[in-house]
């Protein structure tokens, strides 16, 4: 499935589950039957969704070095393939966050190249940490402070016409900071941001990621908003990579 197709069923998904329904007014009788409150069981949290990110940056493929600079829309042109989903297990207060991303694309967009080319690129992104929710001062507000690491697989691909083909495949890991704020504003809303940083050996990272919520009723939700997630690899001259990926985002998922 390429990400027009994605897009397309997320809004068709977001159509449908918006249709009024008899059914969900029995769940939606309290705060308590929408969002799910602390236990001594696990509950898990599974949100598939289409991310549609501008990438800015520069690239540097054996010796080889280009720019990229395309919005969102551009991107409906460059993917071949794309999937993503963040997940949260739950015990009482005790978390576990995972966010996955995977991109396929070619361009031939390129930036101040040294001959007319193209670029191929897999790209896997990772988040994943834990820590403990802490209650705010307010009802409905919560605070989430974990720990862990981000990363990424790229595995490049630039073919510049009359120069040859050449390959790359970089991969890093760092220690990140997670911080994930919860602000319920009605029974059924929620503004809930994700912010990470952190640093490696010649690396460093961010993730800025607003969100909005809707709980139809306990089980399914709608998530939408903007997510902006840069990386900068200091290596030889062979080895260097400056990314800015920035974009909408919007996903429909459960709790169970």
């Known amino acids: 499935m390429n990400i027009k197709r994605i897009l397309a069923t997320a809004a068709v998904i977001l159509i449908v589950a918006g249709a009024p329904r008899s059914g969900l007014a029995a769940d939606a009788g309290g705060d308590s039957d929408v969002f799910a409150t602390a236990n001594n069981t696990w509950s898990f949290e599974v949100v598939p969704y289409a991310w549609l990110p501008g ?30 989903a963040l997940g949260i297990a739950r015990y009482e207060n005790w978390l576990i966050y995972t966010q ?17 080319g193209s670029l191929d690129s897999k790209e896997t992104l990772y988040t994943a940490g834990g820590g403990y929710r802490f209650n705010g001062w307010a009802s409905g507000q919560t605070f989430d402070v974990l720990v862990g690491a981000q990363g990424f697989n790229i595995d490049n691909t630039l073919t510049l016409y009359r120069l040859g083909r050449f390959e790359r495949t970089r991969t890093a890991a760092d220690a990140v900071f997670i911080f994930r704020p919860s602000f319920q504003f009605s029974q059924h809303w929620l503004f809930n941001p994700t912010m990470s940083v952190g640093a490696g050996s010649n690396n460093n990272t961010y993730q800025l990621q607003p969100q909005f919520q809707y709980q139809f009723n ?29 974009g909408p985002l919007i996903g429909f998922g459960a709790t169970f």
């Open 55 to 84: 990438l800015k940056g520069d690239v540097t493929v054996r010796d080889y070095s280009v720019g990229l600079d395309q919005s969102f829309s551009d991107i409906f042109k460059s993917v071949k393939f794309a999937a993503a």
């Open 100 to 116: 996955v991303d995977y991109f396929s694309l070619s361009t031939d967009k390129l930036q101040h190249p040294p001959a007319r």
């Open 218 to 246: 306990s089980t399914w939700e709608i998530r939408f908003g903007y997510r902006k997630l840069h990386y900068k690899f200091t290596g030889d001259r062979n080895n260097t990579l400056d990314l800015n990926l920035a």
